[in-house]
């Protein structure tokens, strides 16, 4: 079945260290890839987006994701975060020739250790 | 600015009751949707709507509709409220696979 999967409900990370959120989709062909993210009672906020060309995207607030088609991944990165990142991480995608209808993943709760 | 806006911001009502929460874009969009929030879930499709007099079911449409009548709105329809559709709602536009989110809805229903 189609779908997009963020294996990790909750990630826990100390404030300055490393960061990587999974983000797997089983679409035929390469559909639109977006990371949202969502503060605690806030809207979404769009961090970047995939839609064709250099497979390793830069969004805003110091993100990163990377688009691999052999694992079917869009993973999202950030080498140092900052307490105020806690929030929640939603992947979505876009499948092809789907008229914008976005599919998200059930999202990722990042927690920040001080 | 071009925006969305949905309202009311928040709103409590009864079992049984109709309720419409309201959508409205002025991009422009031919491309509206709905979204449901709840806990566990991420967000899920309700409803979509491709242009005037165009509506289509999402993964969730039971218990709720939609109409198009013009180009801006997308009222979100709960023929009879229940409590399983107590969660946060929130409309979108979109082109050219760039989509647009609203500030969302709280709806509760006692």
């Known amino acids: 079945a189609q779908s997009v999967t963020q294996p990790d409900i909750h990630i826990t990370v100390s404030e300055g260290a490393s960061l990587e959120l999974r983000c797997n989709y089983s679409y035929g062909a390469t559909p639109y890839l977006f990371w949202y993210v969502q503060s605690p009672g806030q809207g979404l906020q769009l961090l970047l987006k995939y839609f064709s060309g250099d497979t390793l995207v830069q969004g805003i607030k110091g993100f990163e994701a990377e688009f691999k088609r052999s694992q079917s991944s869009f993973n999202l990165r950030k080498p140092s975060v900052h307490w105020s990142d806690a929030a929640e991480y939603f992947c979505a995608v876009v499948p092809m020739n789907r008229d914008d209808k976005i599919i998200f993943g059930k999202g990722t709760r990042l927690h920040i250790l001080p | 600015d071009a925006e969305i806006t949905q309202s009311p911001r928040h709103k409590i009502t009864e079992t049984g009751r109709q309720v419409t929460l309201a959508c409205h874009q002025t991009w422009n969009h031919n491309n509206m949707f709905w979204y449901r929030q709840d806990l566990g879930h991420g967000l899920r499709l309700i409803h979509y709507?491709?242009?005037?007099?165009?509506?289509n079911k999402g993964e969730v449409s039971d218990g709720y509709s939609v109409s198009r009548s013009n180009t801006e709105d997308l009222p979100l329809t709960l023929e009879s409220a229940a409590s399983s559709q107590t969660s946060v709602y929130f409309c979108?536009?979109?082109?050219?696979?760039?989509?647009?989110f609203g500030p969302g809805t709280r709806l509760t229903v006692t």
């Open positions: 979108a536009s979109s082109e050219k696979g760039k989509q647009y």
């Open positions: 709507s491709y242009g005037v007099h165009d509506t």
